[in-house]
């Protein structure tokens, strides 16, 4: 019983911190799937982000909650551990696909 007592504190810290963000309505065009080739990058309503690149052979990948916005750039990650993405080209649409340009990559927003 102690034993639980210890860890509902320690669980319920864990589950506040790892809640993100949800996406502002003002920036809801940047809710979607978004790929090119080398990269994808998924990001929810509820704030969740997953994140995938393949570069010069190494592949880099996170799962974490949105933190917030500033400006187009984006910030995701735990307290302190967290990654800005620099957001180049704002979701913008182009003919009938969806386009942002992020960390200098072309992505096209998947269809529903």
């Known amino acids: 019983m102690k034993f639980l ?10 589950s506040l911190i790892a809640c993100g963000n949800p996406v502002p309505q003002a920036k809801s065009v940047y809710v979607g799937e978004w790929q090119e080739k080398t990269m994808y990058l998924l990001i929810t309503q509820d ?7 393949l570069k010069d ?4 990948s ?3 909650p949105l933190k ?13 551990m967290s990654t800005t993405f620099i ?3 704002a979701p913008h649409q182009e003919g009938d696909k969806w386009k942002m340009v992020v960390d200098g990559i072309e992505l096209v927003k998947a269809m529903d």
């Open 87 to 89: 957001v180049n080209q």
């Open 47 to 53: 704030g969740s982000v997953r994140y995938k690149r």
């Open 57 to 60: 052979g190494v592949t880099t």
């Open 5 to 14: 007592k210890l860890l509902l504190p320690i669980f319920l810290f864990v």
């Open 62 to 64: 996170l799962e974490a």
């Open 68 to 80: 917030g916005f500033t400006g187009d750039n984006f910030e995701v990650g735990i307290g302190p």
